[in-house]
């Protein structure tokens, strides 16, 4: 048996013109991550991520903490769907920048329900392929860690893809990984055991790094 690592990308820049931009919190978060596994003697063999910046700078600070990693193997079917062309889809009008908490709340009730509607096939987002195929590119990442991976093997990518993944291991419904994918931490690990044939999960959305009084306060969500 494998051990497969998935890990969603640090804090990103919500709320800023160009969300897809590690935040200091974020590339330290990262770091801590790769930290934590270097006192642990954690090594991987294999590592693949999407190809969006904020996944290649959170393998940057995992790397750097770890002190070494392979070359990524990049791959697009990893990376995270559009939030904004999603709640777009569902809601034409602009949406003002979330300055309080309210705003940011009133922002995740349109994703959900703009989730919603996609994976129903009501909607077809600007510039995404359809639920279908967005999940056919995760279910993709996992076979090719199934049939062409071995021992440790590390994925750094997005909420939407991770909880994908899970409901597809564990056999939910696509809205089931919508709950899933609203709960999943900057930075967090989830763990799959997987042979040839298939993927197991074991643990989801920890974050042992930040597990301790002096770094809890560092946990996000968006």
């Not at 991976?149 to 597809?168: M, R, W, Y």
């Amino acid at each position: 048996m494998g051990t497969l690592y998935l890990v969603r990308h640090g804090q990103a820049s919500f709320g800023a013109a160009d969300y897809d931009q590690l935040s200091e919190l974020g590339t330290r978060q990262c770091r801590l991550l790769g930290e934590y596994w270097r006192a642990r003697g954690q090594r991987f063999d294999t590592v693949l991520t999407g190809s969006l910046k904020r996944h290649a700078q959170s393998f940057a600070a995992i790397a750097e903490g770890l002190g070494a990693a392979p070359e990524p193997l990049i791959w697009p079917g990893l990376n995270e769907y559009d939030s904004e062309a999603v709640i777009h889809a569902i809601h034409p009008e602009p949406l003002p920048r979330p300055v309080d908490a309210e705003m940011v709340r009133h922002h995740f009730r349109l994703l959900r329900s703009g989730l919603q509607a996609w994976m129903r096939g009501e909607t077809r987002p600007a510039g995404m392929p359809s639920y279908a195929d967005f999940a056919a590119g995760v279910a993709g990442a996992l076979a090719h860690v199934r049939q062409h991976c071995e021992g440790e093997v590390l994925i750094v990518s997005s909420g939407g893809p991770i909880a994908t993944a899970v409901g597809q291991v564990l056999g939910t419904s696509a809205e089931t990984s919508i709950e899933l994918n609203l709960r999943i931490r900057n930075s967090a690990v989830s763990e799959f055991s997987f042979n040839p044939k298939r993927h197991l999960l074991q643990s989801f959305n920890n974050l042992p790094h930040l597990d301790s009084p002096e770094y809890r306060e560092l946990a996000s969500y968006a």
